[in-house]
T-cell receptor, first 113, second 111 residues
Framework: ELKVEQNPLFLSMQEGKNYTIYCNYS?????LYWYRQDPGKSLESLFV?????AVKQEGRLMASLDTKARLSTLHITAAVHDLSATYFC?????????????FGTGTRLTIIP | DAGVTQSPTHLIKTRGQHVTLRCSPI?????VSWYQQVLGQGPQFIFQ???????GRGNFPDRFSARQFPNYSSELNVNALLLGDSALYLC??????????FGPGTRLTVL
């Protein structure tokens, strides 16, 4: 059974600092997603990573994928308050015949002014 | 273009009751998936339907059922509600079996 682990679970950081969220998964997958969720809201898609070594950047967020290590990172640069949210990674199970996503536990990020 | 829509937004039920949640996918999307998100956890996969056929089922009891209609909209039904069914229910649609786009969710509270 595919397992997805994120760390840290909670992250409190000051504005202007850099930090990284880690996502480990247990079996081979062909797609990894990062989502953002604000309290009481739905999931907002941030990145889709499809291949080993893939790197994508949007604003202060950058995501990368190492399929050999089964590891993805979400790097936050010079954090601002608007980035406060819960971040989830999700992994697709290949050859499953569908798009079943297994989500990590989430990282609750709080940016302190 | 309209995104994924879900109804109702919020719902309060009592234990033992039945509930039906509805989802309309993005126009042109033929696949709908359902997820349950309990407070403080990541979403858990319940069902996926593609072209009106069930393509996948998560580890949920038979009290949970779903269907997809000819217009690709979908319903999720939950019978004999338990307190533990209280959650945000998310619907996602995709074109084929590809990236999913999530709706706003239905917040179900079971008292």
């Amino acid at each position: 059974e595919l397992k997805v682990e994120q760390n840290p679970l909670f992250l409190s950081m000051q504005e202007g600092k850099n930090y990284t969220i880690y996502c480990n998964y247990s079996t081979t997958s062909d797609r990894l997603y990062w989502y953002r969720q604000d309290p009481g809201k739905s999931l907002e898609s941030l990145f889709v990573l499809l291949s080993n070594g893939a790197v994508k950047q949007e604003g202060r967020l950058m995501a990368s994928l190492d399929t050999k290590a089964r590891l993805s990172t979400l790097h936050i640069t010079a954090a601002v308050h608007d980035l406060s949210a819960t971040y989830f990674c999700a992994v697709n199970q290949p050859n499953f015949g569908n798009e079943k996503l297994t989500f990590g536990t989430g990282t609750r990020l709080t940016i302190i002014p | 273009d309209a995104g994924v829509t879900q109804s109702p937004t919020h719902l309060i039920k009592t234990r033992g009751q039945h509930v039906t949640l509805r989802c309309s996918p993005i126009s042109g999307h033929k696949s709908v998936s359902w997820y349950q998100q309990v407070l403080g956890q990541g979403p858990q996969f319940i069902f996926q339907y593609y072209e009106k056929e069930e393509r996948g089922r998560g580890n949920f009891p038979d009290r949970f059922s779903a269907r997809q209609f000819p217009n690709y909209s979908s319903e999720l039904n939950v019978n004999a509600l338990l307190l533990g069914d209280s959650a945000l229910y998310l619907c996602a649609s995709s074109f084929g079996l590809s990236e999913q786009f999530f709706g706003p969710g239905t917040r179900l509270t079971v008292l």
